[in-house]
């Protein structure tokens, strides 16, 4: 694990501070007002030339215009995430969080102090044309902020040609970086489906319109959806995470209805689309059968994840520059997990590469004992760094 070139020695030990500082004070998606704060004053600091805040709610924009080129101006985005995880912290780390059933669980703190890093770096030395937006976005977990930002004019505001994002990747070893040319994250759609019945005693099950029974069915179909309806070289999930319906203390009742929730997980939209007509066939039919009402609610959360495969390619080239070969992995196993960079992947071209937090003593992201690991701010800084100036030098 060598690097072919270094940080400043002070822009990593205050990124480190920041950092541990960020941790302490985790905030829930647009509520991330300390943490914004926090992000405004090392922005001013380290002297970009304009900062904007507020966008899509919490969100901020500091940035780094070059002093070279001429004629249209181009922007490159850099992604960090502001929000933590409701989720009470177990790490007994020094910088543990202050704000109790909160938790950065997801290394969003650590992405916050490379973003800073980077921008301090590119700040020192403004050798390059056009300028580095440095976006901090709010509420990626579960809040699409960066639709917010969208949808508040991010893209109006700051024409940006390309975009790029880090995130650290436990599953991993340290310090490698993940780079592929195509997907990294599925779609994440949530599914809700009520039964509706009649309820009655469940001695005399013939005068009731049983929903339970009904349900099961419904359960069990579904699980032939992604075997006998997708493709078997693509990869698709269906899984029911919650189930409502009775009373565990009256197993004589059978109740009016049942409530269950679940997910589907994609990459291509085709196969999406198939899962959410199935589902609704299944339960239209099945409850049909039973004459019993079915309701279905499928609701599109994230969009997959998709490189861009020439700014995959960009990003692996310049990995190339300071890593080891051996250090850059390539066509890694795309993660069933959902991410709303994906938005801004739709708008415009980039990508989004992982970087190893480690495998064998790394706690997985969204556990309490979960903690991003300071070693990664280094290279994770220069290789973003060096995607903004190879960006910003073709223009
Ligand atoms: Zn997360
Ligand atoms: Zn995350």
Request: with cysteine.
């Amino acid at each position: 694990m060598s690097l072919r070139d270094a940080l400043q020695p002070d822009t990593l030990d205050q990124a480190i501070r920041i950092r541990r500082a960020l941790h302490s004070i985790p905030e829930l998606g647009y509520k991330e007002l300390k943490t914004s704060a926090m992000v405004v004053e090392c922005l001013q600091a380290l002297g970009v030339d304009e900062i904007q805040t507020g966008i899509g709610g919490t969100g901020v924009v500091g940035l780094l215009h070059g002093i070279k080129g001429t004629g249209t101006r181009r922007y490159v985005g850099l992604r960090a995430e502001l929000d933590g995880l409701e989720l009470t912290e177990q790490t007994g780390l020094a910088w543990q969080s202050q704000n109790s059933g909160c938790m950065h669980a997801c290394g969003h703190d650590g992405h916050m102090a490379i973003l800073l890093a980077t921008a301090r770096e590119l700040s020192a030395n403004r050798e390059f044309s056009g300028t580095v937006c440095c976006i901090f976005q709010p509420a990626e977990e579960g809040g699409a902020g960066a639709k917010a930002m969208i949808e508040d004019g991010l893209l109006e505001r700051f024409p940006l040609s390309s975009i790029y994002a880090i995130h650290n990747a436990p599953w991993l070893p340290i310090g490698k970086i993940a780079i592929n040319s195509g997907a990294v994250m599925a779609a994440a759609d949530r599914i809700e489906i009520s039964v509706l019945g009649a309820g009655g005693h469940g001695g005399i099950p013939h005068q009731t319109r049983d929903p339970i029974v009904a349900t099961a069915n419904i359960i069990s179909m579904l699980q032939n959806v992604v075997s006998r309806y997708v493709d078997p070289a693509e990869a698709a999930v269906i899984s029911i995470g919650g189930i409502h319906g009775g009373s565990p203390l009256k197993g004589s009742m059978i109740p009016d209805r049942v409530d269950c929730v679940g997910t589907v997980r994609t990459y291509c939209t085709d196969v999406q689309s198939t899962i959410e007509k199935k589902i609704h066939d299944i339960v239209d039919h099945v409850c049909d059968a039973h004459d019993l009402t079915g309701l279905v609610t499928y609701k599109k959360l994230y969009p997959a994840t998709i490189n861009h495969a020439d700014r995959a390619a960009l990003v692996a080239s310049v990995a190339d520059g300071l890593l080891d070969q051996c250090d850059i992995l390539s066509n890694v196993r795309p993660s069933m997990a959902g991410e709303d960079f994906s938005f801004f992947l739709q708008k415009v071209p980039g990508a989004y590469c992982l970087i190893g937090q480690g495998t064998e003593s790394a706690a997985s992201l969204h556990s309490p004992s979960y903690d991003f690991d300071d070693r990664n701010i280094e290279r994770a800084a220069l290789l973003l760094k060096r995607i903004a100036l190879s960006e910003l030098a073709s223009t």
